[in-house]
């Protein structure tokens, strides 16, 4: 709610000499001073909104401040309630991981990919084991083998530094 007053000037606030005036039904009133606008709004028991400063006269409108506010701030509130958050959960491997332990890891992987989330899948490289970057690259896929079914590569694997990474992503139903 912060963000949406910030930059609207209200009542006393408008400095300007001439402001063109909506009224609170639409209607246009017409250029006048910001002083006889204010007068108008006060005889509605309204305020007077800059909605247009950029605008050549200023654009304002007469409108119950207070409730523009409220409805802004419900507008954004159900746009964030319709937003998905999508976390990326990482799975780490070394090349010396056995088969069982990639099932286990592709397993968990597959929870994370049910509940919409995205993985990243690590292989990680210590001292020597760089030079055998294909044992990574065969790990890899070996895990995206067993999980086809259920995502997409986002992300195809790729050596960066001391670790091979892929993302994977839900499949889309």
């Known amino acids: 709610?912060?963000?949406?007053?910030?930059?609207?000037?209200?009542?006393?606030?408008?400095?300007?000499?001439?402001?063109?005036?909506?009224?609170?039904?639409?209607?246009?009133?017409?250029?006048?001073?910001?002083?006889?606008a204010l007068a108008l709004a006060e005889e509605k028991e309204l305020d007077l909104v800059m909605i247009s400063p950029n605008a050549k006269p200023p654009v304002c409108k007469i409108m119950d401040f207070g409730k523009y506010i409220y409805e802004q701030s419900k507008k954004e509130k159900e746009a964030k309630k319709k937003q998905k958050v999508i976390n990326i959960k990482e799975i780490r491997f070394?090349?010396?991981?056995?088969?069982?332990?990639?099932?286990?890891?592709?397993?968990?992987?597959?929870?994370?990919l049910l509940d919409g989330d995205k993985v990243k899948v690590t292989v990680r490289f210590r001292g020597r084991e760089a030079d055998y970057a294909h044992v990574g690259k065969k790990i890899l896929d070996t895990f995206l083998e067993k999980?086809?079914?259920?995502?997409?590569?986002?992300?195809p694997a790729k050596l960066e530094g001391r670790n091979m990474t892929m993302?994977?992503?839900p499949k889309k139903a």
Do not use: Y
């Not at 070394?94 to 994370?112: G, L, M, W």
């Not at 999980?147 to 992300?155: A, F, L, R, T």
């Open 94 to 112: 070394s090349p010396t991981i056995e088969e069982h332990d990639i099932t286990i890891k592709a397993k968990n992987a597959k929870k994370f």
């Open 1 to 36: 709610m912060k963000n949406i007053n910030k930059n609207l000037l209200v009542n006393e606030n408008i400095r300007e000499k001439e402001i063109r005036v909506v009224s609170d039904d639409g209607g246009q009133l017409g250029i006048m001073t910001s002083r006889d």
């Open 147 to 155: 999980m086809e079914d259920i995502c997409v590569v986002e992300k």
């Open 167 to 169: 993302v994977l992503a």
